[in-house]
């Protein structure tokens, strides 16, 4: 097959939002431990693709608000308050900085990068919640002192079920500003998404992509969040977004695709993005090892 060099994609994340619908954890294998990472060198570059969980499993609310009986949908919100409240996103936020420091990567294409407003007060429940997951990531890296900046964003599900409820994803790209230059920029929903399921509630996934010159040299850096779940319907819609992705590279000559893509080697997704000039960088890097990241506890326990 015929590629152009050098394209790469990272065909899995760090963590996986409702990963338990794709595969079942296996708890016989541990996971194999991340690699050692260290900073690029002169002339190197480096990308990194970061997860950043919402902290709590969406779809057993979604999945509670979508039923018939109503009577448990406020019961399954506060369930993944609490979990929220576990995974501590503003502590791990501080693990989170430190992994890209160490990196130093030019490039950080970033999923599930929520904004959460929750303000359960007038229910008679003592929750106020307000966090805003780029905020306190670049917030953290400015403290260790990287300049690091969003050089494209999409918003994705915008999910508002209740009065006082509201939390929205993005999608983002930073970039180290001391090393690249931004010169042309897009986000977009995909044209084939889930959509409405619930009242206040549509399921949208998308992408980001710029383009970028590091060290003289032109680059294309794409970052999406393909939809999870492992029917053949949501199989079947995971490899049309891969297919816009595709068309989205076109003929570009050096194209790093990152994401959560939530499927396998094999898998039509993967045969889309193989068919489209890419090559898994993971599988190419590191022949017949096992990389995948799915799944976890949704209190990371």
């Known amino acids: 097959m015929s590629l152009r060099s050098p394209i790469v994609y990272l065909c899995a994340s760090l963590f996986l939002a409702g990963c338990a619908d794709e595969l079942a954890p296996d708890t016989t294998t541990p996971l194999m431990p991340t690699a050692a990472v260290k900073a690029p060198k002169q002339g190197e570059l480096g990308v990194m693709s970061y997860n950043l969980y919402v902290g709590a499993d969406l779809d057993q609310v979604i999945g509670a608000l979508v039923n018939a009986d109503p009577a448990d949908d406020f019961p399954a919100l506060l369930n993944a308050i609490d979990v929220l409240g576990q995974t501590d996103y503003p502590s791990r936020v501080e693990a989170i900085a430190d992994a890209i420091a ?57 999910a508002g079920p209740f009065p006082g409820i509201r939390v929205v994803d993005h999608d983002v790209i930073l970039v180290d500003q001391d090393r690249v230059t931004v010169t042309g920029a897009t986000g977009r929903n995909f044209a084939a998404n889930i959509g409405p399921v619930a009242p206040g509630i549509s399921l949208l996934r998308g992408y980001v992509a710029i383009e970028a010159t590091i060290a003289g040299r032109s680059y294309t850096f794409v970052n999406a969040h393909l939809e999870s779940g492992k029917s053949a319907a949501i199989t079947g819609l995971r490899a049309l977004q891969a297919t816009e992705l595709v068309s989205v590279i076109g003929s570009a000559p050096t194209v790093m695709l990152m994401g959560d893509l939530n499927d396998v080697p094999g898998s039509p997704m993967h045969q889309v993005l193989t068919a489209g000039g890419l090559v898994d960088a993971w599988s190419a890097l590191r022949p017949g090892a096992r990389g995948l990241t799915c799944c976890h506890a949704p209190d990371l326990s």
């Open 102 to 158: 160490a990196a130093r990567p030019d490039v950080v294409g970033l999923q599930e990068v929520w904004t959460i407003a929750i303000d359960l007060r007038p229910y008679g429940v003592p929750v106020a919640i307000d966090l805003d997951f780029q905020a306190l990531l670049q917030d953290a890296l400015a403290a260790r002192g990287l300049n690091y900046a969003a050089a494209a964003s999409v918003q994705n599900t915008d």
